[in-house]
């Protein structure tokens, strides 16, 4: 069988998504491509001049600044709080749905 060759123009398409999204087997699936050979791919174009990777840019985006992402958190727990309310809410309007 006969490998498959890809451009120069296209390895760097997908090296520069995987960065963008930082998760390698997300962009892996996209394109129809291993995410072993887009994290290779990821490395040979950056080298060891910039040994940026996947997991540093995840881990660089986990220790952005404290203040943005504890209002991050404040605002997803205000959410997860309507929620829980609405589900209360429509919970007691099928008990009394039910009891009619």
Do not use: C
């Not at 990821?42 to 404290?66: C, F, H, M, Y």
């Amino acid at each position: 069988m006969k490998r498959k060759r890809y451009s120069p123009e296209f390895k760097a398409q997908v090296v520069k998504d995987a960065v963008e999204v930082g998760n390698a087997s997300i962009v892996a699936r996209r394109h129809g491509l291993s995410v072993n050979m887009v994290s290779r791919w990821v490395r040979e174009q950056n080298g060891s001049k910039n040994p940026l990777s996947l997991t540093s840019i995840r881990a660089q985006r986990q220790t952005d600044d404290p203040k943005s992402l504890s209002a991050e958190n404040d605002k997803l727990k205000k959410i997860i709080g309507e929620k829980e309310l609405e589900i209360e809410i429509l919970r007691d309007l099928l008990k009394k749905k039910n009891q009619l």
